[in-house]
């Protein structure tokens, strides 16, 4: 079962938290980065999406006919926040393929530590849809509080925050900030280092997924 600390969930499944181990080895190969961030992001999947609202809908099965579950309401908008976002959206969108996607375009000024917005596209409509941001690293916190804003500013209600690795720190400016959104984590690590990286985290997940410096 999921550890719930307040608004975290931190997601204990034997299975993410191997593929998380091996994603943290640092000679682990950036295909395989790339392969294990995608099928640690279908197993987080099931977490974010659960308490989803439902409804019923006459169906003919082979044998009879009967009242089954369905999801209800518009289509989920699923939002990356680039770049490293698109690692986690393209399990999520195997998960969930007729979700509405989104990008949001932050970068992090390495003096300042604080988002500057380069780009910023968004489904309609995200009042009436639950919307999950995807990011794997929730380090500062300041880029993820900068993308809920422009959510919130989109007029997104419902939202859920989807990450691979938490600081402390990043949770409590998340929280401070966006009280409402949920996070949904493989792990909450130590503490951030004097540069804003998590540790003991797992380096740059933009870097370790494109193989880019």
């Not at 968004?122 to 509080?145: F, H, K, Q, Y």
């Amino acid at each position: 079962m999921p550890e719930t600390r307040d608004h975290l969930t931190v997601v204990t499944h034997p299975l993410v938290q191997h593929k998380l181990t091996l994603m943290r080895k640092k000679d682990t190969s950036t295909a395989s980065f790339r392969r294990l961030l995608r099928e640690v992001s279908l197993l987080l999947g099931y977490e974010v999406t659960r308490g989803l609202d439902m409804t019923t809908v006459r169906i003919e099965t082979p044998v009879t006919e009967m009242d089954a579950p369905a999801l209800d309401g518009k289509k989920l908008a699923l939002i990356s926040i680039l770049r490293a976002g698109n690692g986690l959206l393209d399990g999520l969108m195997e998960l969930i393929p007729a979700a509405r996607v989104g990008f949001i375009g932050l970068y992090r000024d390495p003096d300042t530590l604080k988002p500057v917005q380069y780009y910023c596209k968004v489904p309609e409509a995200l009042e009436d849809r639950l919307t999950i941001a995807v990011d794997p690293m929730l380090a500062t916190g300041n880029s993820s509080v900068a993308a809920i804003d422009l959510l919130k500013a989109n007029g997104a209600k419902n939202i859920r925050f989807l990450c691979l690795l938490a600081s402390p720190e990043g949770v409590a400016v998340m929280k401070a900030a966006h009280p409402d959104v949920p996070i949904v984590t493989a792990a909450l690590d130590d503490r951030l280092d004097d540069h804003g990286y998590i540790v003991p985290g797992l380096g740059d997940a933009g870097d370790r997924m494109f193989g880019t410096k």
